[in-house]
C-alpha cells in the first residue's frame, strides 16, 4: 500500500496540507503525529487569541470615535 505524506503549510487561509510525496511504508508512529496535532491546536488558540485582542482594540477604538462624534453632535445641538 502507498501511504501519501503531508506538508502542513502553517497558514490561515490556505488549504492546511499539501500533498508532498508518495512513499510505501508503515505510517508514522501514532502519539508523535497526536503530540504534533496538540502544538497546532495550541498554535492555533495563540493566533485566535492575538486575533481577538485585536478586534477588542478596534472595538475600542470604534468606541472613542463613537464618543467623539456624539461630543460633537452635543456640540452642535
Known amino acids: 500500500m502507498i501511504w501519501v505524506r503531508e506538508l502542513d503549510l502553517g497558514t490561515l487561509g490556505n488549504p492546511p496540507t499539501v500533498p508532498l510525496f508518495a512513499s510505501s511504508g508503515p505510517l508514522p508512529d501514532p502519539t508523535t503525529a497526536a503530540r504534533s496535532i496538540d502544538v497546532r491546536k495550541s498554535t492555533l488558540a495563540a493566533r485566535k487569541e492575538t486575533i481577538d485582542g485585536r478586534m ?20 452642535q445641538a
Open 56 to 75: 477588542g482594540t478596534v472595538d475600542g477604538v470604534i468606541g472613542t470615535v463613537s464618543g467623539v462624534v456624539g461630543t460633537v453632535g452635543g456640540y
